[in-house]
Structure formats: C-alpha cells, structure tokens
C-alpha cells in the first residue's frame, strides 16, 4: 500500500472555468502548482462525458473524471462506471412533464439554443448535447416546488446548476460519485487528503464528503452557502478564487 494521496476535485463552469468565457487563464498559478506536486485534479461537472474530455485535454487535468452531475466516471483507463439512469428515460419523462409545465431541455433544443443560452462555441453545444445520465433544462423558478414533487413519482429528482435545472435519477450526485472514487483511493493509499472546490448547489454533496471544502465566489453578490464543516469561502471569483484556494490549502499541508 503506497503512503500518502492528496487529490483535488472541482467542478468546472463558473469554477475552474470563468462564468463568462469558459476562461481558465486565472486559474493558471494554482494548476502549475498541482502540475508541479504532482497532485491529480479530477474534474466533477455536469458537462457530458465528450465536453468533459475536451476540457481535461486542454486544461490538462487528470484522465480519470466525474461528468453529468456524477451520471458516470471516466477512469484512468478509459473504462466507463455508469451511476445514473439511461437518457431516454429521463427525455420521456420531460416530454410527461411538458404538458403541465413550462420546461424546455437540451433535447427540445437544437445547437444554436444551446449556444445562445450557454455561449459555448458550436462545437462545444454539440457535444454538450450527447447526453447519458441527465437532461439539463430552464423552467420559471416559481415552478420549481410543484415540479420537485412531480419529478418524484418517478423516482427522479432535481438539481440546480450555474445555469440549467437538471433532471437526474435520485441518488445522483458529484457527492455520490466523489464518494465512489475516493473508496476506491483509500484501497491504495493509508492516507487519503481530498480537497473540492465548487459554486453551486449542485457541488455541495461533493464539498461534503472531503477533508477541504471550498467554495468558489461566484459573479454575482447573492450566492446559496451550504452548512457544510470546515467550509472556506474564495475571496476572489472563479478561477481566480481556484488559484488562490489552491495556493492557500497547499501551501499550509
Ligand atoms: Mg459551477
């Protein structure tokens, strides 16, 4: 059994990745110094398995990681863990729940909605549209207590992103999935240190299940802060709050 492993999940869109512009340049002090350590970053995010292997190849994060809210993980050698529920379930029910509810998801969308709604570039809309394990989708928020209960008699539930709703099997989660993974490490290593960063309410089941849980500033002034222990909070935003969680947990080990 190997010593010690101090591993790093995040999330990516309005974390790792400016809100605005999928930037992840400010972000760049705190990943030379992981690359550096050594220390694995594994990404955990709602983007499907396609998007989330174009980001791990252009930000350079590790090859084992978490897409479509803890849907499925990717490992390090290509095989696929599946922990959600198949897609075309959940379109079927999106369709049910469309004659009461005005819910819109990627799957009722072509790719120049999803561009004008998220402002990923064409290529990026496309491959975010290949989903596996979750619909995400808009719908007015005062609509959202009475869709919680119908989602439920299915046996699915919902989750807020950065942007959309997502509709998702109950029990899935980044924190499940976290959870799954970090099992795994602690079969390997006599001491696991896990570090998470995150904005929104979807990353606080992961913030839970770790040693160090941050979370990222978002853009705005209003953000939800979960009741999680040990909980840290960026003093600047995005990536830029990445670097300087990063910079600061590192640093003091
Ligand atoms: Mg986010």
Known sequence: MKDQLVIIFTDLDATLLAHDDYSFEKARTGLDLCHHLQIPVIAVTSKTLDET??????????????????????????????LGVNYSVLRQVMVKLSSSFPVRGFGDMDSNEIVERTGLPIEDAKTAALRRFSEPFICPETDFGRLEKAVGIYGLQLVRGGRFFHLQTVGQSKGSAVAYLLERFKADFSRVFSIALGDSPNDFSMLSKVNCPWLVRRPEKEQTTPEIDNLKITSKIGPEGWSEAILETLNNL
Request: net charge negative.
């Open 53 to 82: 292997r174009l980001w791990v190849e252009r930000i350079g994060l590790n090859q084992c990681f978490v897409f479509e809210n803890g849907g499925g993980i990717h490992l390090e050698d290509g095989k696929i863990i599946d």
